[in-house]
């Protein structure tokens, strides 16, 4: 078995992984850390929560432990899809870069440029970014890349579907043609594909499992829920969620909650909330301060639900996730194996859990082909407490614009005499008329036995009376 003693790093960085607790490499590393350590371009295409991150910044640290940086000129770039990604890579940079004297600098929203200007002004060995704030700094002329060596795109496919493909292109072009690349992805779309043909120069590929699988140490379920109705949809399908929850009991030490819109993030966590859990929102319209502040706690323990856009859907490395709920249906089907990757990481155990709708049919039947099999189907935990379709229609009359006892009441008191009414002035409509409605053969003549009796009366009678 292959040891990090057996991959060429130096001295100071292996005696830094000794010290994180690290002894095997995982297949990806094993496979990109030789390759990139030659110089080499190097296309990593592996599953999420495999160890892509030490993949290149292990060799990256060994090849940069000689040399100077120079003001505004990073000598390595690396380029991450979020914020909470850029800022776990820089960590990871910290712990393997302990014995070794190099700078960094973390460029990411959120953060004040007056600050990060000064970093990059006295000269950084490691630039960690995400696109739109790197090309900010750029456009102030506070940047220049030209001098980088090795550039490093991380969850390259995320960055394709944020829309980031023609940024990285742009980047691309701004640094050297003589750099060496590191391309990193869970799956390879064919934009991906052109990328890597058109800015990588015969990469090694390293592929450690099959595009778009899910861990084998992760039990996946799907939930398939009916609502009662359209507008109990929303509720019945947090009920559905708090069941699931309380029918994994204490085996669900803490969990990550997906939901597709940022809207029903905040109303799932805030739900939970009022339930008893422990649970906190983040998406990407939060302060990055606050998104850091829950990822902290989420981690530490002191939180048990995060509840989360895709934000937080890859490579995050919070290894201790016992479960992955997705309160949505993902509409990409590769998200659905980011977000379960957030457990079962580093060979534990993990459960993801599904709720599906029958609007979510289309985007299920993805999901099952893409990872090639069909997701176990779990019983419903609430299904025998829904509420009645029934129970629901006799409660309607009490959506009047009376309160309290009056409304209920009002319906009851004078619903008799208006069909009475009703049913009197059909009746009296023929008569009236003078039509033959009942279709038969009998005919009113005049005004038959209905007229008034004072009708009757001559002119005098009436007079004296």
């Known amino acids: 078995m292959t040891k990090f003693t057996d991959l060429a790093l130096s001295p100071k960085v292996l005696k830094a992984v000794e010290a994180a ?25 592996a599953q999420t929560g495999t160890g892509k991150t030490a993949s290149f910044t292990l060799p990256m640290i060994s090849m940069l432990a000689r040399g100077r940086a120079r003001a505004r000129m990073p000598r390595s770039l690396v380029l991450c899809p979020t914020r909470e990604l850029a800022a776990q890579v820089a960590e990871n940079f910290d712990i393997y870069a302990q014995n070794v004297k190099l700078t960094k600098a973390l460029l990411i929203g959120g953060v004040s440029f007056k600050e990060q200007d000064a970093l990059i002004d006295r000269g950084v060995d490691v630039l960690i970014a995400t696109p739109g704030r790197l090309l900010d700094h750029f456009e102030r002329g506070k940047l220049l890349l030209t001098g980088v060596q090795i550039m490093v795109v991380d969850e390259a496919d995320r960055m394709l579907d944020m829309g980031f493909i023609p940024d990285i292109e742009r980047i691309f072009s701004l640094t050297p043609f003589t750099r060496q690349t590191l391309f990193f992805s869970a799956t390879m779309a064919p934009e991906i594909e052109r990328i890597t043909n058109t800015f990588l120069s015969n990469p090694e590929r390293i592929e450690v499992a099959r595009q778009a699988t899910a861990s084998e140490t992760i039990t996946q379920e799907v939930v398939l829920i009916k609502p009662s109705r359209r507008d109990r949809a929303a509720k019945e399908k947090r009920d559905v969620l708090r069941g699931i929850i309380e029918r994994e009991g204490e085996a669900c030490s803490n969990a990550i909650v997906f939901c597709n819109r940022k809207v029903d993030v905040d109303i799932v966590a805030k739900s939970l909330k009022k339930h008893g859990y422990n649970a906190a929102a983040i998406h990407g319209d939060l302060d990055q301060s606050q998104r850091m502040k829950t990822l902290d706690a989420f981690r530490d323990g002191e939180l048990r639900f995060l509840v989360a856009s895709d934000v937080a859907a890859r490579g995050l490395d919070i290894p201790s996730v016992s479960h992955v709920f997705n309160y949505d249906v993902p509409s990409h089907s590769e998200d659905y194996v980011h977000r379960i990757g957030r457990t079962g990481r580093a060979g534990r155990e993990g459960k993801a859990v599904m709720i599906s709708a029958p609007v979510d049919d289309k985007n299920l039947a993805a999901i099952e082909k893409l990872i090639d099999k069909e997701i176990p189907r779990a019983e419903n935990p609430v299904a025998n407490a829904a509420p009645k379709p029934e129970a629901d229609t006799e409660e309607k009359p009490k959506r009047g614009r009376g309160r309290g006892k009056k409304a209920d009441a009002a319906p009851e008191t004078k619903a008799e005499p208006v069909v009475a009414k009703e049913e009197a002035k059909v009746a009296e409509k023929p008569a009236r008329r003078g039509r033959n409605r009942d279709g038969g053969g009998n005919k009113t003549v005049g005004m038959g036995d209905h007229m008034p009796s004072f009708i009757a009366m001559s002119f005098e009678e009436r007079k004296a009376s």
């Open 21 to 45: 607790g690290y002894e095997t490499p995982t297949p990806i590393q094993a496979g990109a850390i030789p390759p990139a350590l030659e110089g080499r371009d190097v296309l990593g295409i």
